[in-house]
């Protein structure tokens, strides 16, 4: 079993090979080799068995061409340029995402190796004038670039799929919360910085109101549901290869309280209010009454509480020794 | 108004032309110049404006660009690859389907005129497990490659309506039926034949049952909700650009007892039946339960009886002397 995560340099990428690592299985065989690569070097995972670490840029077919070849048997798809970068140019998300995607699928397609392709969309997908709740079913009607790439993308999946291509399977994420690391250049990234810099001492800004309701899902059960869904047997798809992936909807307002109840009161003192009209206007066209009744109807899971959240993160980001 | 038709060899271009020669007029201005553009040199249509007629490849930005100018107003994207054709050829639904749109888009950002562009999709985005009845809001989940480059397109437009680079709407289009000219590669082609033949006195295969159901308008129809949505005022649009062109479901047996009724028991006794497992196949994942109510409220319309298509087929498509 030979796994490549496209985006292996990203926090998910490298939860997700730590988790691989710990659990030396895929789809029921031994990882034999895994391969990290990214836009950046990786940085290396430790592991029992080998791993590379390799540049990458998707949007060149020679350069993902290096990386992925006919002994690879799963695909992590996780390389991809975030919203607000998306929004600004239009040229590097259609590159990155879109053409990114599809170099992806063509190469599959040229190796005829039918691997296992577990593709990230984005609850970005949804929008617009389309009722509550937003279920598997519900009309993807994005409102931002980075939304209608991933929409796209999930189409393209679909239809390698459907000719015998790949083994796609695509997985609309809820935004991830606490995101370790550093700040990136989602709109949704204050959504992890009014916890993770309070947790360690510093201030944090938050650009809406504690009424703000969103869909939200932790790295580690993130990196859980992205295995199972690898693991799922093709059978179960059905007529489409993607489906939400679970989450859960929280006020900003509820979120706190949870995280005071973990921590105590002395973080959300460091959180200061002043909202932000551009992210509002970006994050208040984002869907946030989703059901992701398939992929929990698959195994796949959500977050029990955002307590629970909290904890993972203070566990999973401790610093190591 | 300058007008240009992608796709003016066809045999919708070249109605639209001929009804837009008729009118004169477009969105309240004066058309002051028509070019039909097509992959071949399309016919040349009289009007009492200047047309021009041109070789174009839309996957070729260079070609689009000698077309596709400041002074084009408004463009009607016809051209495409059309079902059967985009399954058996993926490479080329690829580059003229999604590509070819994409360079349309693309142009009109590279001349930031903010066109009008009409766009051709297709009732070939729905398929799959989706519940019934399908409306503008329902799930597209195309079972086909055609059906998934032209989801795709929709995507696209939406995205660059929304960012102000072009005033962009789309229509689902049901099977156009009673088609004239020759046979082409869709798989709906029998569709048109089984009635086009027999009118004309000669013989035609029908690869499915009486029973089978699908969602159909005429030719005359269709071009009058081209142009009326050409001219729907962007405002009433809302933040999804696309939308299913109104149509009627009827059953073979209904559509053929509808011709008898028009023209006598003589042409569908030049119908033969001969299953055919490879159409039904595509034929038969296509949806049949399908609302337009967005366009039926902003003016669209669909035919009242398949009598009428009938008469709109012997009227449009009488040999002119």
Not at 94 to 122: D, H
Not at 131 to 153: I, R
Not at 211 to 240: D, K, M, Q, T
Request: net charge neutral; charged share 25%; with cysteine.
């Amino acid at each position: 079993m030979e796994v490549l995560i496209l985006g292996g340099g990203g926090f998910l990428g490298q939860k997700l090979a730590r988790r691989l690592a710990l659990r030396g299985v895929l789809r029921g065989r031994p990882v034999a080799r895994l391969v990290l690569a990214d836009i950046a070097e990786p940085a290396p995972v430790e592991a029992p068995f080998p791993v590379a670490t390799a540049r990458c840029d998707i949007a060149d077919p020679a350069s993902l061409a290096a990386v992925f070849d006919a002994a690879t048997d799963v695909v992590f798809l996780l390389a991809a340029v975030v919203s607000g970068q998306a929004e600004e140019d239009l040229d590097l998300g259609l590159r990155v995402n879109l053409m990114g995607t599809l170099n992806v699928l063509e190469r599959a397609r040229a190796l005829g190796t039918r691997p296992v392709v577990v593709f990230t969309s984005s609850i970005a997908v949804y929008g617009g004038e389309v009722p509550d709740p937003v279920t598997d079913h519900t009309f993807l009607n994005p409102q931002t670039s980075y939304g209608t790439q991933k929409a796209m993308g999930e189409l393209l999946l679909n239809d390698y799929a459907r000719r015998g291509l790949v083994d796609g399977r695509g997985f609309r994420l809820p935004t991830i919360t606490v995101r370790p690391g550093r700040p990136n250049r989602a709109a949704s990234g204050f959504m992890s910085s009014i916890f993770r810099e309070p947790l360690s001492g510093q201030e944090a800004v938050c650009p809406v109101g504690p009424e703000f309701a969103h869909y939200y899902l932790s790295p580690r059960r993130c990196v859980e549901n992205l295995i199972r869904g690898a693991e799922l047997a093709a059978e179960a798809l059905g007529r489409n290869r993607c489906m939400t992936m679970p989450g859960r909807t929280w006020r900003i307002g509820e979120m706190i309280a949870a995280m005071t109840r973990v921590a105590g009161p002395g973080p959300a003192r460091l959180i200061r209010w002043e909202e932000d009209p551009a992210v509002a206007r970006i994050v208040g066209g984002w869907r946030s009454d989703i059901r992701a009744d398939r992929a929990l109807a698959l195994g796949l899971s959500a977050d029990e509480s955002f307590e629970d959240n909290i904890r993972f993160h203070l566990e999973d980001e401790a610093p190591r020794v």
